[in-house]
């Protein structure tokens, strides 16, 4: 069966004030229906742009080339009605600032609604009904009164959730989370978690998950992707890539995943920083940070190539890498 | 403001406690008005000081050469008009009058200044409303449409239209105006309220349009609307101008939040998220810039109305000023301040309408 969610090649360059900047080279994923994926990589590598891509939000004057496929649907060069089709009840998103990303002005009940209308043909009633089982869902006290209150009225947490709520109404079968778990406590945090997965069983809801959280990726997700510089470095079933690394930067990461904790752990930082967009050196994108590097590692970007099992990595020497317990 | 944080059991997601008994709107409302009857009271401190210290003596300026010779013709005018007593006397004198809705008389028309203003005000209104919401409309239309085409060829066709707008002198817009609409086509009257055919409506609101179809007199209300056409033309293409530039930033910059690109992320066809997010989010600072518009439009009725003979407040102040008449120069800075007070509060109002972060704190 073809995946839900098929990216092949998909680059990106955004335009600056220097120039056309490329983003995102050459990446490809893939996510099937009812599964849940993660994504993951430091800060900067192109986690929320590659989902801002696939929703047809990037800026004006963005290239992108390559292919990206939902539902047998190419999504690159879609006209607005046809992106008016896929967003929202196929592909939904939840922003990684729920505060911005919520209208400070309409109320809760307003921005949970109305795709609910245009997509799912509802009645107002109907609409509200459903808007306050899923506020309950995602834990929000008095449903019917938050329906009334403007967003400034929450607290983070509580937007976050409303995000959420909102992201899920319209029944979407994919949905791309951008870290929408941080700002939760850990039992909130849980009850989403819970609620993706049941949706997930029940109705066959793909989730693509963008963390910071290596605990989430391997709490939740089966498989995973690791971001470098804008590139896929590594990907595989998230238990193997946790445990058995074979990309050096993947090794690093959750070598700098703090001990002891099983579902904490953020990313923490490698020394060094990684390249700023339009200035990756020659060669592989990591290798002035990495310690395994060779002089071959310098002459082209290594491609993604099979590695075993349903893996793939990026990496030219493949080092035996060990991973701190 | 409250907020609820996570993992609280038992709290409740809304908050805005309110006072008993009073809605949060009518409080706003009820502070608004008192802040605008101390600043009216502070105008009249303000504008009688003004015109005090104004260098320019009423005497010579009222009275023919003639009476100027008689020391008894003098002493009279000064006592009529309270000139021999102090600056603070003529001032509490004044304000007893003002709060029994007397103005004094006008030295020019020899008629109480409330009647001049009661006649001339709703001339001006006539004029200077419709232009403004029309100016309102127009501008935030033809702004938002630049703001989301921006940079294209809508954009560069509006920024040129606005500047050419903002850099035309008002008279040579009217003077263009009536030649090409009143000398070239014949379509509308070069001046004046209404055709010598017709006399006045009956006067319920001063306004001919608005009394000629209360009573039913249908050719007069048109005939009125005629006559309004082109200078309610010049005014409003004036306050487009203005307006038009701010409007497409304020839209620019709201075009770039996350809340807009997340409306769009819902599937939500592009007319609801420009008519209700965009829209909502950018009358704000509309909102801020329609208080100024609407005073920058008023100046502009001075000009406008002496160019197409319309006998409206501006050309009442314009005479008054010139022959130093001090009860009509206050009757009318009073009036221009009370205008500019409602403006205020009528933004202010809309501020609340339209932002809840205003309204529920
Ligand atoms: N509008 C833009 N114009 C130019 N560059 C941009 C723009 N948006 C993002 N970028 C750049 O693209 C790169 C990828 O950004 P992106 O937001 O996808 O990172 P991310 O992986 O989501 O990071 P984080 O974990 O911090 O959210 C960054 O280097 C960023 O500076
Ligand atoms: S290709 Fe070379 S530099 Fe890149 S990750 Fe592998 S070993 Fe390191
Ligand atoms: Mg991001």
């Known amino acids: 069966m073809a995946p839900l969610l098929d990216v092949d090649s998909l680059a990106v360059t955004l335009p600056s004030p220097r120039g056309p900047l490329p983003i995102l080279h050459d990446v490809s994923l893939t996510v099937d229906e009812g599964e849940l994926v993660g994504i993951a990589g430091e800060s900067g590598c192109g986690k929320s742009l590659t989902a801002q891509t696939l929703l047809g939000l990037l800026p004006p004057g963005a290239a992108v080339t390559g292919s990206a496929r939902y539902a047998g649907t190419e999504l690159l060069g879609l006209d607005p009605r046809g992106w ?8 939904a998103m939840v922003f990684q600032d729920p505060s911005a990303a ?37 834990r929000i006290p008095d ?6 209150a403007y967003p400034h009225q929450f ?14 109404a319209a029944r979407p079968r994919l949905l791309i989370a951008d870290e929408p778990t941080t700002a939760l406590d850990v039992t909130v945090q849980a009850g989403i978690l819970a609620l993706l997965e049941r949706l997930r069983a029940e109705t066959g809801l793909a989730v693509a998950f963008i963390t910071h959280d290596l605990g989430v990726l391997s709490a939740l997700t089966t498989r995973g992707y690791i971001f470098y510089a804008g590139r896929v470095v590594e990907t595989g079933p998230t238990g193997a890539l946790l445990t058995a690394p074979t990309h050096p930067y993947t090794a690093a990461l959750l070598g700098a995943r703090p001990h002891g904790t099983q579902t904490g752990g953020t990313l923490r930082p490698i020394p060094g920083a990684p390249p700023a967009p339009g200035e990756a050196p020659p060669g592989c994108p990591f290798h002035p940070r990495c310690g395994y590097a060779e002089p071959s590692c310098g002459t082209a970007p290594p491609p993604l190539t099979p590695a075993g099992a349903d893996r793939s990595v990026a990496c030219v020497v493949r080092p035996h890498l060990e991973v701190a317990a | 403001m409250t907020t609820v944080h996570d993992g609280e059991p038992g709290t409740v997601a809304t908050t805005a406690s309110r006072p008993r008994g009073a809605h949060p709107l009518l409080i706003f409302l009820a502070k608004r008005v008192a802040v605008t009857a101390g600043l009216l009271l502070g105008v009249t401190v303000v504008t009688f000081g003004l015109v005090n210290v104004v260098p320019g003596d009423p005497v010579t300026a009222n009275l023919s050469d003639q009476a100027l010779n008689d020391p008894a ?16 006397a003529q001032y509490l004198h004044y304000l007893g009058n003002l709060l029994h809705g007397d103005l004094g008389h006008s030295q020019q028309t020899g008629r109480a200044v409330l009647d001049d203003l009661l006649h001339y005000v709703p001339a001006t209104l006539e004029l200077a409303l419709p232009s403004m919401v029309l100016a309102l409309l127009i501008g935030t239309g033809i702004g938002m449409l630049a703001a989301v085409r921006n940079g294209r060829l809508t954009d560069q066709l509006v920024r040129v239209g606005a500047l050419l707008g903002l850099s035309t002198p008002p008279f040579w817009l009217s003077l263009v105006v009536l030649y090409v609409f009143f000398y070239q086509l014949g379509l509308a009257p070069s001046g004046g309220r209404l055709s010598t055919d017709f006399s006045p409506p009956p006067t319920v609101t001063g306004m001919y349009t608005v009394d000629g179809a209360l009573a039913g007199q249908w050719d ?41 690109r997340a409306a769009y992320a819902k599937g939500l066809p592009t007319r609801v998220v420009l008519r209700r997010h965009l829209l909502r989010a950018g009358l704000v600072p509309v ?5 100024l518009a609407f005073a920058s439009l008023l100046s502009g009725t001075v000009l406008v109305e002496s160019i197409f003979g319309w006998p409206g407040v501006g050309q009442y102040a314009y005479r008054s000023a010139t022959a130093l008449d001090l009860p009509a120069i206050l009757g009318v800075s009073l009036f221009v301040a009370l205008v500019y007070t409602l403006v205020n509060l009528t933004v202010d109002l809309l501020y609340g309408l339209i932002d809840p972060r205003i309204r529920l704190s």
């Open chain 2, 220 to 260: 007069v209300a048109w005939d009125a609307a005629q006559h309004l056409s082109l200078p309610v033309l010049v005014l409003t293409s004036l306050t487009v101008a203005m307006l038009v530039r701010f409007v497409r930033s304020a839209m620019l910059e709201v075009l770039q939040q996350d809340y807009i």
């Open chain 2, 73 to 88: 013709a003098v002493a009279a005018f000064r006592e009529k008009w309270g000139l021999d007593q102090p600056l603070w």
């Open chain 1, 143 to 148: 449903p019917e009164r938050a329906l009334r």
């Open chain 1, 155 to 168: 607290s983070g947490g509580m937007r976050q959730r409303v995000a959420i709520a909102i992201a899920l």
């Open chain 1, 84 to 91: 008016q089709r896929v967003r929202g009840a196929g592909i």
């Open chain 1, 102 to 138: 919520l209208h400070p002005m309409l109320s809760v009940g307003r921005q949970l609604t109305e795709h609910m209308r245009v997509h799912l043909r509802m009645d107002r009633r109907a609409a509200v009904r459903r808007a306050v089982e899923l506020l309950d869902q995602v």
């Open chain 2, 287 to 291: 909102v801020t810039v329609s208080g």
